[in-house]
């Protein structure tokens, strides 16, 4: 099976930098995927990690350790529309996603 | 922008009554899956759909669920019998591609469905 784990919540003020980690456990892994999510809203796709290594998108980026199961997203510039949850989700057989328990941001003025 | 659409945006329903829910996918998609999420929960999968049969399904996904392809458009889950815990938001998905390509899924508003 698998079991990820990430902070349940991150509060940061306008402008600053977060990092969410994610750590998994898993039998099959084909790459690591990170979802936003707003309150009433549907996950929206931020990223994607195959491989080791940092993808930038924008202000956020996405890394993975695929040795170390672990992987971390990160918001640059935070905004005020960055309020929202974020949810790493491991990549497996049969294209199914298994998502975290979710981060909530909170971001202050 | 293509999107995924669901109908409806609510169903309310009474225990041991069948629901469908319905879904049509963005049109050169050619995965669909559908999730769930209880409030204040993480998002579950339910089951993946390839090529007019599912590909993977959870252990959520028992003999009261089903999903069909009736015609080249739409993507329906059924639920046979309601219960209590099915209460929770359903989400349809669908994406150009499969792993281990790691195409994006994308997700539809959702159908929040109450069982009463």
């Known amino acids: 099976g698998q079991s990820l784990e990430q902070p349940s919540e991150v509060t940061a003020v306008e402008g600053a930098i977060v990092q969410i980690n994610c750590t998994y456990q898993t039998s099959g892994f084909y790459g690591l995927s990170w979802y936003q999510q707003h309150d009433g809203g549907a996950p929206t796709f931020l990223s994607y990690?195959?491989?080791?290594g940092l993808e930038e998108t924008g202000r956020f980026s996405s890394f993975l350790s695929r040795s170390d199961s672990y992987g971390y997203l990160l918001l640059q510039e935070l905004q005020m529309k960055d309020s929202a949850s974020y949810f790493c989700a491991v990549e497996a057989a049969g294209n199914k996603l298994t998502f975290g328990g979710g981060t909530r941001v909170l971001v202050k003025p | 922008e293509p999107e995924v659409t669901q109908t409806p945006s609510h169903q309310v329903t009474q225990m041991g009554q069948e629901v469908i829910l319905r879904c049509v996918p963005i049109s050169n998609h050619l995965y669909f899956y559908w999730y769930r999420q209880i409030l204040g929960q993480k998002v579950e999968f339910l089951v993946s759909?390839?090529?007019?049969?599912?590909?993977?399904k959870s252990e959520i996904f028992d003999d009261q669920f089903s999903v069909e392809r009736p015609d080249g458009s739409n993507f329906t889950l059924k639920i046979r019998s309601t219960k209590l815990e099915d209460s929770a938001m359903y989400f349809c998905?669908?994406?150009?591609?499969?792993?281990?390509?790691?195409?994006?899924?994308?997700f539809g508003p959702g159908t929040r469905l109450t069982v009463l």
């Open positions: 759909f390839y090529n007019n049969e599912i590909s993977e």
């Open positions: 998905a669908s994406s150009e591609a499969g792993v281990p390509g790691g195409s994006a899924q994308y």
């Open positions: 990690n195959a491989l080791d």
